[in-house]
């Protein structure tokens, strides 16, 4: 079959479209055919290995330890392995994955879950990584509840439409800050108040906010904090905090303001469950939880896939397709 593979790490160019073997279901593991995986930061990351704490994190520290990227995945399930009992070839299902950038992938058994009906496979591979962000930083870390105010800094991207959606399904007021070309999708999505980067600084306002998803960080932590309500949470979810600690970096300083503010630090590591998958299918099978899939590729492209998130400026999700 053909995979993309990774023998060390670099740019994109360390990508290769390549034949290997196709992978062998463990004992409760499924073999899927994909369909479809989603592009997330993360697979930058790997691919550059950096930021380099990931390297020490066991990522592997010359050379990376696991040579097929992508981990969000949608198809249809090949094979299952002999303990597998939730699953049976030709179930369409979605989820966490292994290598998923190929034409055929090994998940855990409960890393999947049944693909909803009427949702593509396109759809259904951007939700795990960002849906499960999503939801767990607004339920979880935020702890949200109807009728609070939520502000999402970087809306428009894979976790910031989701957690728009996902915090409107809960009753919440949300304003989401996007750029110029964002602003009616976001409103589409259901975000009551829309701030657009380009014309206004959100934290120029007298609002006040009961929680702050900030996927950007482009403001101080003093700044934001004064944005929030006395109790009001602040989860700093930017991944971009410089080549060695990346996101830590703004973990650390969360840690460190902590003792000396009364506003809730709430940063967080997203983790796959397989009740959150079924939440997500769930939201997104009674039309709550729709994927924006800004984008496409093929999988021979999936190098250029992930520069495109890089970039920073994706449109909901990217995907590529096999
Ligand atoms: N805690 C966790 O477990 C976890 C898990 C996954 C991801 N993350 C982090 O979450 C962050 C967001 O991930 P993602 O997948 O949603 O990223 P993404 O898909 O690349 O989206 C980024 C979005 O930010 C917008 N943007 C860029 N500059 C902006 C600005 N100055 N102000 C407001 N919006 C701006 C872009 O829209 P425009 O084109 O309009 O600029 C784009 O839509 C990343 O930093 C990632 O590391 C954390």
């Given at each position: 079959?053909?995979?993309?593979?990774?023998?060390?790490?670099g740019?994109?160019?360390?990508?290769?479209?390549?034949?290997?073997?196709?992978?062998?279901?463990?004992?409760?593991q499924?073999?899927?055919?994909?369909h479809?995986?989603?592009?997330?930061?993360?697979?930058?990351?790997?691919?550059?290995?950096?930021?380099?704490?990931?390297?020490?994190?066991?990522?592997?520290?010359?050379?990376?330890?696991?040579?097929?990227?992508?981990?969000?995945?949608?198809?249809?399930?090949?094979?299952?392995g002999?303990?597998?009992?939730?699953?049976?070839?030709?179930?369409?299902?979605?989820?966490?994955?292994?290598?998923?950038?190929?034409e055929?992938?090994?998940?855990?058994?409960?890393?999947?879950?049944?693909?909803?009906?009427?949702?593509?496979?396109?759809?259904?591979?951007?939700?795990?990584?960002?849906?499960?962000?999503?939801?767990?930083?607004v339920?979880?870390?935020?702890?949200?509840?109807?009728?609070?105010?939520?502000?999402?800094?970087?809306?428009?991207?894979?976790?910031?439409?989701?957690?728009?959606?996902?915090?409107?399904?809960?009753?919440?007021?949300?304003?989401?800050?996007?750029?110029?070309?964002?602003?009616?999708?976001?409103?589409?999505?259901?975000?009551?108040?829309?701030?657009?980067?380009?014309?206004?600084?959100?934290?120029?306002?007298?609002?006040?906010?009961?929680?702050?998803?900030?996927?950007?960080?482009?403001?101080?932590?003093?700044?934001?904090?004064?944005?929030?309500?006395?109790?009001?949470?602040?989860?700093?979810?930017?991944?971009?905090?410089?080549?060695?600690?990346?996101?830590?970096?703004?973990?650390?300083?969360?840690?460190?303001?902590?003792?000396?503010?009364?506003?809730?630090?709430?940063?967080?590591?997203?983790?796959?469950?397989?009740?959150?998958?079924?939440?997500?299918?769930?939201?997104?099978?009674?039309?709550?939880?729709?994927?924006?899939?800004?984008?496409?590729?093929?999988?021979?492209?999936?190098?250029?896939?992930?520069?495109?998130?890089?970039?920073?400026?994706?449109?909901?999700?990217?995907?590529?397709?096999?």
């Amino acid at each position: 079959m053909k995979a993309i593979v990774q023998d060390m790490y670099g740019d994109p160019d360390v990508l290769e479209f390549r034949e290997v073997d196709r992978p062998e279901p463990g004992e409760r593991q499924v073999l899927v055919r994909v369909h479809a995986a989603g592009v997330n930061i993360a697979d930058w990351f790997i691919m550059t290995g950096t930021p380099y704490f990931l390297r020490l994190a066991g990522f592997g520290l010359r050379t990376p330890k696991r040579t097929t990227p992508g981990t969000d995945v949608a198809g249809v399930v090949e094979a299952v392995g002999g303990g597998v009992t939730r699953f049976k070839p030709g179930d369409e299902v979605f989820g966490e994955g292994k290598a998923t950038f190929a034409e055929y992938a090994c998940a855990d058994e409960d890393d999947l879950v049944a693909k909803p009906a009427g949702v593509t496979f396109e759809e259904a591979a951007g939700l795990p990584l960002a849906g499960i962000t999503a939801l767990q930083g607004v339920r979880d870390a935020a702890k949200l509840t109807a009728g609070q105010r939520l502000l999402v800094n970087g809306s428009s991207g894979g976790v910031g439409h989701f957690a728009v959606q996902i915090a409107k399904s809960m009753g919440a007021e949300v304003t989401a800050v996007c750029g110029p070309n964002n602003v009616e999708l976001v409103r589409e999505l259901g975000a009551d108040h829309v701030v657009d980067y380009s014309r206004e600084d959100f934290t120029r306002t007298s609002e006040r906010y009961d929680a702050i998803l900030d996927h950007i960080m482009n403001h101080p932590f003093s700044v934001l904090l004064r944005l929030l309500t006395p109790t009001g949470a602040l989860m700093p979810n930017s991944g971009n905090g410089g080549k060695w600690l990346g996101g830590g970096r703004h973990r650390l300083k969360a840690e460190v303001i902590r003792p000396f503010t009364r506003r809730r630090m709430a940063p967080f590591l997203g983790k796959t469950t397989r009740a959150d998958l079924e939440e997500l299918a769930r939201l997104a099978e009674s039309g709550q939880l729709r994927t924006v899939v800004g984008h496409t590729y093929p999988l021979s492209d999936t190098a250029r896939a992930i520069q495109h998130v890089a970039g920073g400026h994706a449109r909901g999700k990217v995907v590529v397709t096999s």
